[in-house]
């Protein structure tokens, strides 16, 4: 079985290239299940409704947030459209599992890769806790998620600031997941590796988007903000599109990643 994370789709740039660069990638790399994390995919804060659709549309069978998840307020009242509909969508857009009780949104996923004779898989959002808002803690959180879970194949989006943090969580998963892939810092990391029990992992996946930033926004503005350290308000960039990724290779059977491969792909000369 094949799998395709994309990393932090970041606005306009980010749609644009993954819409242009997805089939080519599905097709090249033999991809049976797609995933991404699109909590930038709205102007670089938050996500619509209407883009998650757009990219259940694309072929992104689950996508992972972070803490922007709520940044577009229309979100909560389409997780609470969900609420008793387990067909629903929705319940393929996660939210951090280990946000407080009573949120809405769901922290994972499961369900099955029909064109493999309905393999089960399971996909877990987790945030984490250093430099960024308390919340629960994401190990004992995955702990309780896994006892739920009677997928083999399990993703794990850690959607974190801190190497270290992300580091310790893959070992501490290792042989229990397939893949442990460290989202949110936008910046990608050249550490891709199997751990000795068979989880597939990479600090930070890398973004997908505009480049000739900083992780995202104008660089203008942030360099004005570093020399001022007056607020200011953050616009996207637009140009230096990338698609950052990494595809696994894995045994449906047992869950144990075979191997992991990084990716980053520029948009082809003629698009805009």
């Known amino acids: 079985m094949r799998i395709l994370f994309i990393g932090d789709i970041f606005g306009r740039p980010g749609r644009n290239i993954v819409r242009e660069r997805l089939s080519e990638l599905v097709r090249d790399h033999n991809?049976?299940?797609?995933?991404?994390?699109?909590?930038?995919?709205?102007?670089?804060?938050?996500?619509?409704?209407?883009?998650?659709?757009?990219?259940?549309?694309?072929?992104?069978?689950?996508?992972?947030?972070?803490?922007?998840?709520?940044?577009?307020?229309?979100?909560?009242?389409?997780?609470?459209s969900a609420d008793g509909d387990a067909g629903n969508p929705a319940h393929r857009l996660l939210r951090p599992a280990n946000f407080p009780p009573g949120m809405p949104g769901w922290g994972f996923y499961e369900g099955c890769v029909r064109n493999l004779g309905n393999v089960p898989y399971a996909v877990i959002n987790l945030q984490g806790r250093i430099f960024m808002a308390s919340n629960d803690d994401p190990f004992r959180t995955a702990d309780d998620i896994l006892k739920k879970v009677s997928a083999k194949v399990i993703v794990v989006d850690f959607h974190a600031e801190a190497t270290s943090e992300k580091i310790a969580l893959g070992w501490y998963l290792d042989g229990r997941v397939t893949l442990l892939v460290g989202t949110h810092t936008h910046v990608p990391t050249a550490d891709e590796r199997v751990l000795p029990n068979g989880t597939a992992y990479i600090t930070d996946v890398g973004m997908s988007g505009p480049y000739d930033s900083v992780i995202g926004v104008k660089k203008e503005i942030v360099v004005n903000k570093f020399l001022t350290n007056m607020p200011v308000r953050f616009e996207p960039a637009s140009s230096g599109a990338k698609l950052c990724a990494v595809v696994v290779d894995c045994d449906e059977h047992t869950g144990k990643a075979r191997s992991i491969q990084r990716i980053m792909l520029e948009q082809h000369e003629h698009a805009g």
């Not at 409704?49 to 757009?54: F, K, R």
């Not at 990219?55 to 909560?76: C, L, P, S, Y």
């Open 31 to 80: 991809i049976d299940l797609t995933i991404a994390n699109v909590e930038n995919a709205a102007a670089g804060f938050g996500i619509t409704p209407a883009l998650a659709q757009e990219f259940f549309d694309a072929g992104i069978e689950v996508q992972t947030t972070g803490n922007h998840i709520w940044d577009k307020r229309e979100i909560m009242d389409y997780f609470h």
